[in-house]
């Protein structure tokens, strides 16, 4: 069964301080992965895209890594600020029936406190 | 400024009560989408479009309808609302999806329905 997972669902942190969140997926054949923000009360917006041959991206503080070999991604972010308190999504795309479908993570919640 | 616009923000409707979410993007996109967005679960597509005229079900298609006849708007229809489609519904909107999916979607800020 093609699925997505994140971990943690949730997630507290200080302000200033490093975290990463985790994306597993079961999907194949695999096309990419990409990580979204959403704010509260707002549209995901696109962080960081990577194919099968890529295995880091970055975006200013957020760093993606991509292990196309255990089917994991992980969204690395540094020197956290209140703004990055969010709900980050992995999404993965992939081939079905000629076709390219996608599958969106449940995502992780992050909290940034003062 | 680019951007997807859905409409209402906020609706309380009655079960049965026909109901109609418009979405409309103004980047010239050929793929426009349908999703619902529940606790606990990730984004769930409804329907897409892959342009004018071209419409196609998505993974949670029971009780909605869409239709496509303007490349800017993409209308989700709730001819009979039951308190089950009580959800947050976004509308997106890309360039043509290819076969690799490799194209960014834009999403509208969303519409929190509630089905009493």
């Known amino acids: 069964k093609n699925q997505v997972e994140q971990s943690p669902q949730s997630l507290i942190i200080l302000e200033g301080k490093n975290c990463t969140l985790q994306?597993?997926?079961?999907?194949?054949?695999?096309?990419?992965l990409r990580w979204y923000k959403q704010d509260t009360g707002r549209g995901p917006v696109s962080l960081t895209i990577?194919?099968?041959?890529?295995n880091t991206k970055s975006n200013g503080r957020y760093t993606a890594t991509l292990d196309a070999d255990t089917k994991q991604s992980s969204l690395h972010i540094t020197a956290s600020q209140l703004s990055d308190s969010a709900s980050y999504i992995c999404v993965v795309s992939f081939f079905y029936s000629s076709a390219s479908k996608i599958i969106f993570g449940s995502g992780t919640r992050l909290s940034i406190r003062p | 400024e680019a951007q997807v616009t859905q409409n209402p923000r906020y609706l309380i409707t009655v079960t049965g009560k026909k109901l109609t979410v418009t979405c409309s993007q103004n980047m010239n996109h050929e793929y426009m989408s349908w999703y619902r967005q529940d606790p606990g679960l990730g984004l769930r597509q409804i329907y897409y479009s892959m342009n004018v005229e071209v419409t196609d079900k998505g993974d949670v298609p029971e009780g909605y309808k869409v239709s496509r006849k303007e490349k800017r708007n993409f209308p989700l229809i709730l001819e009979s609302p039951s308190p089950n489609q009580t959800s947050l519904y976004f509308c997106?909107?890309?360039?043509?999806?290819?076969?690799?999916?490799?194209?960014?979607?834009?999403f509208g800020p969303g519409t929190r329905l509630t089905v009493l």
């Open positions: 997106a909107s890309s360039f043509h999806r290819d076969r690799g999916s490799y194209n960014e979607q834009f």
């Open positions: 994306c597993n997926y079961t999907v194949s054949p695999f096309s990419n």
């Open positions: 990577m194919t099968f041959s890529e």
